[in-house]
Nanobody, 114 residues
Framework: QVQLVESGGGLVQAGGSLRLSCAASGRIFSIRSMGWYRQAPGKQRELVAT???????NYADSVKGRFTISRDSAKNTVYLQMNNLKPEDTAVYYC????????WGQGTQVTVSS
């Protein structure tokens, strides 16, 4: 089994910043990708950003230029630096890891007030 432990969510005013962390532990054979998804009330879960094993990253158009994903391979940890947050970024943020099977974290709430 693989465990994903997320941290860093919270309440912030519009224009503020938060940094999410997700640490993977357990039976990790190889990491294909790690990333972040989010789900707002009444909406489907959507991709925010992912980083592949080779280092390439992918972002949702809505967060490009504001969010940055990074990874510490030695710690099996992925980070999401979120700047210039907007009320529409309010959601539960989930960590996802392909190690190589897919695992999800429990989610962390991000609330951006206007």
């Amino acid at each position: 089994q693989v465990q994903l432990v997320e941290s860093g969510g919270g309440l912030v005013q519009a224009g503020g910043s938060l940094r999410l962390s997700c640490a993977a532990s357990g039976r990790i054979f190889s990491i294909r990708s790690m990333g972040w998804y989010r789900q707002a009330p009444g909406k489907q879960r959507e991709l925010v950003a992912t980083v592949m094993n080779g280092g390439s990253s992918n972002y949702a158009d809505s967060v490009k230029g504001r969010f940055t994903i990074s990874r510490d391979s030695a710690k099996n940890t992925v980070y999401l630096q979120m700047n210039n947050l907007k009320p529409e970024d309010t959601a539960v943020y989930y960590c996802r890891a392909e190690v190589p099977f897919v695992y999800w974290g429990q989610g962390t709430q991000v609330t951006v007030s206007s």
